[in-house]
């Protein structure tokens, strides 16, 4: 079971970004999906969230500006990323809150993370 990350880059202020984020392996449901990022010298942060049922939240940071999204059936999450400010710069993962099909068909609940891709945006 993981989840990978793609999407990240160099962008200049102003540009956009697409994040894409996908789970494999045993998975029998998913529940939130979520974004964080950390930037140099910080701590990780939540950028977005997103339920099952598709209820969204969003960092005050980055609201009118990025877009969570999912697709529950290709078992990935989205994050679009507009109107790009240097202070975006930042390792961006995916989490998420993954049932796992295991013994006996069992599921139990773990929180996964993807590996990270790197967003630079330049001024």
């Known amino acids: 079971v993981q989840l990978q990350a793609s999407g990240g880059g160099l962008v200049q202020a102003g540009g956009s970004l697409r994040l894409s984020c996908a789970a494999s392996?045993?998975?029998?449901?998913?529940?939130?999906m979520d974004w964080y990022r950390q930037a140099p010298g910080k701590q990780r942060e939540l950028v977005a969230l997103i339920t099952r049922g598709g209820n969204t939240n969003y960092a005050d940071s980055v609201k009118g500006r990025f877009t969570i999204s999912r697709d529950n059936a290709k078992k990935m999450v989205y994050l679009q990323m507009n109107s790009l400010q240097p202070e975006d710069t930042a390792v961006y993962y995916c989490?998420?809150?993954?049932?796992?099909?295991?013994?006996?068909?069992?599921?139990?609940?773990?929180?996964?993370w993807g590996q990270g891709t790197l967003v630079t945006v330049s001024s």
């Open positions: 392996g045993s998975i029998y449901s998913i529940n939130d």
């Open positions: 989490n998420a809150d993954l049932g796992i099909v295991g013994g006996l068909g069992l599921v139990s609940w773990h929180d996964y």
